[in-house]
């Protein structure tokens, strides 16, 4: 992959809701159910409207089934910065694109606290390598103009992810 | 259990959103996901505000591990009507209490599509018998005169569940 | 649906293993969770072997998305009686058919602690009600000859769901 | 953290059984599923025995709630190599250490396809860094002698994630 040409440092924000069952014996949100999360803010962040709702601009993909395109995750990487407590509030997922390939683009990712109580904690960071595949051949499919249009405007540089101990 | 005194028809309405996740490889909405939507409904149809969150009249109970109380389900009952596609609007859940015991209350609901948009679809319908437990003991704890008063307005008749096929 | 016309009491024992994951922050076995270890019990007594494994008699469907046959879950009915913690050995999950419709049956289960510590406490008793369904038409079909044959020895009569409380 | 003193290149083999409950709507084992299997090994590799049952030499923790110890993740990373099918027999999950430091281990780990039948699939691989941390207080403890000593036998290098595309 190469990296973005340019970097306009602008990011999506999509909130999405805990449920209390994201939490594990621990009373924490599982470490599995923050990817959970990140998965629903992919969805709405890059699957098209199919009920006329509002939906971002980046939301350009026809995925699903039916919709012939997989979005497939190549490798996914996570940092746990502080446990998640159940809360009503949504989370402020935000993310950007901090690369694209032929076919593949890398997502990054911060998990905020919910927006308008500040300051906001941040619980995550993570990045995803996604993967366009045509769903009847299961090969990889090039990245089409409208999806680069529709996504360089959110490009960045990846998230920092240290070494925390 | 005695049927509840008074049945005033009203009930609460809870917007619970879907995750794509919650669908299985049959594309539809699984039959476990759909209780995992019961279970957010009553959390935040009962459990009372931790960060000064709006919330239901009916929200008076202090749950979790840390709340001394637990919400334990005793029996439940449901019966799927449609299958539920992916959308993004939340669904819209409807519950009201169907009985009241002495530690237990019979919740019943009916599962819509989102509202807003008429018609709506009955996607299910369901009953939980949940049982009010003390967490250092275990035992069943009496539901108090705050509990009652908070729950009454939202009595009525137990969801009616029909053969049909 | 009518009865099963004979009742050999037989039940398929399906071990089905925990996992850790499947507890809540009561730190039980969630009650969603319970659901979807009947569902793996399901699919393991009636889907047919794909890789040549050891499956029990009973295990003649051809279902998923590729199968031409869907099992739609039209109705299920639960009740939990005892809290389940984690452990290693897998449960001991009995089930049998109940009742025989056109296109449908009805499972009974009893859901038990591992088998050949005695005794085994019971922690659930359940029924669901599934339907075969035709993946491309979306419409029920009917029960063949090869699934009655292999399913009547397990006839018996419906779980009985009493009140606790 | 410093690199393990030793490499034995030894790996423990942890068979666990897939759900259908774990795959998506594309069919396949979920990008989030797969990780819900790595917990479910670390917790079978890691924890001691509570019945009695035969354990792995490196199961000498006593986590859970009651435990006093929590194991939480710090870091992730996984990489997809090939998509998961549904089946019957466990993943083989080989898992190692490949790291120690003064409170967190990091762990390595290659998910296979089912022992037995050879060749075996590599469907993908990936890091954990596990914090101990004790549930009281809620700081990392320093890993104890016994520790140490049960799991340097499996101590090897860090698995080696590849760029794919």
């Known amino acids: ?3 973005a040409a340019s970097s306009s440092g602008q990011r999506l924000h ?3 809701a805990l449920r209390w069952g994201d ?5 924490h949100v599982n470490n599995t159910s923050m990817l959970k999360l990140l998965e629903e803010a992919r969805v709405r962040a890059f699957w098209g409207a199919e009920h006329g709702e509002e939906v971002p601009t980046t939301a350009v993909l026809r995925p699903g089934p039916a919709g012939g395109q997989l979005m497939l995750i190549a490798r996914q990487e996570i940092e746990y910065l502080a446990p998640v407590p159940y809360r009503r509030d949504p989370l402020d997922i935000q993310l950007w694109f901090s690369s ?3 076919s593949s683009v890398e997502v990054s990712y911060e998990v905020f606290s919910p927006a308008g109580a500040e300051p906001q904690t941040l619980y ?3 990045k995803s390598v996604v993967v366009m595949v045509d769903a009847a051949t299961g090969k990889p499919t090039r990245l089409t103009d409208e999806m680069r249009g529709a996504w360089s405007p959110y490009a960045g540089p990846a998230v920092a992810m240290g ?3």
């Open 23 to 27: 939490l594990d014996a621990f009373n």
């Open 163 to 165: 070494q925390r101990r």
């Open 1 to 3: 992959m190469t990296d």
């Open 14 to 16: 999509v909130p999405i």
């Open 124 to 126: 995550a960071r993570a």
């Open 100 to 102: 694209f390939g032929g």
